[in-house]
């Protein structure tokens, strides 16, 4: 077993040697590339339309004196650049070049931009896209399996955080104190 084992890692060894320009992708990476990058692109415009969409909800709510659900408008608008942030730098990673073309962005995300006319629309909004994200990054962590444990464990935090998101939204959304349909 131990001798199988130094057998497979003068294999790595030398494999490693080979297309070192690919930086993290080896030879034994499992996952389809090609598939992954576009799957992790089309999560990155649902994460910058959702950043648009709670900063704008954000900005009016504010405008209609709704402190505290503004104040979540805004939480969530940070945590989800810093889920688009997360998901550029692993494309970068894998060898690929993250698209943050504005033109086309809203075709390619999952979620929509929509802006709701007053607070209770906003909210409903936000918590239909979190589910919309929540069953995204469900499908794409089943897809990848174990082909890519670093993609899939990024995937992962992600989904956790966005049903958090759905939570915090569902609780807004359910107890009218702030009153969402002020
Ligand atoms: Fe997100
Ligand atoms: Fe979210």
Same mark, same amino acid.
């Given at each position: 077993m131990a001798t199988e084992f130094l057998n497979d890692i003068v294999a790595i060894r030398q494999r490693a040697r080979r297309h070192m320009e690919r930086g993290a992708v080896t030879p034994g990476y499992r996952g389809d590339l090609e598939v992954v990058l576009r799957i992790l692109n089309e999560a990155l415009a649902t994460e910058i339309v959702c950043v648009l969409r709670y900063r704008?909800? /954000? /900005? +009016?709510a504010s405008g209609i004196h709704? #402190?505290?659900? =503004? =104040? $979540?408008?805004? %939480?969530? =608008?940070? %945590?989800? #650049?810093?889920? *688009?942030?997360l998901i550029a730098a692993r494309i970068v990673q894998l060898g690929g070049s993250p698209d943050l073309?504005? $033109?086309?962005?809203?075709?390619?995300?999952?979620? $929509?931009?929509? %802006?709701?006319e007053n607070l209770r629309s906003m909210v409903k909004e936000d918590l239909i896209a979190e589910r919309i994200a929540i069953e995204c990054y469900s499908e +794409? !962590?089943? /897809?990848?399996g174990d082909t890519d444990p670093t993609t899939r464990r990024m995937l992962e935090e !992600?989904?956790?955080?966005? %049903?958090?998101?759905? $939570?915090?939204?569902?609780?807004?959304? =359910?107890?009218?104190?702030? *009153?969402?349909?002020?």
């Open positions: 704008r909800h /954000y /900005y +009016m709704a #402190q505290a659900v =503004a =104040a $979540e408008f805004l %939480e969530h =608008a940070n %945590e989800e #650049q810093g889920h *688009a942030d073309n504005p $033109e086309g962005l809203v075709k390619r995300s999952h979620a $929509e931009y929509v %802006e709701g +794409m !962590i089943r /897809y990848i !992600i989904l956790a955080n966005e %049903e958090k998101h759905a $939570e915090d939204l569902a609780n807004l959304f =359910a107890n009218p104190r702030p *009153a969402p349909d002020e």
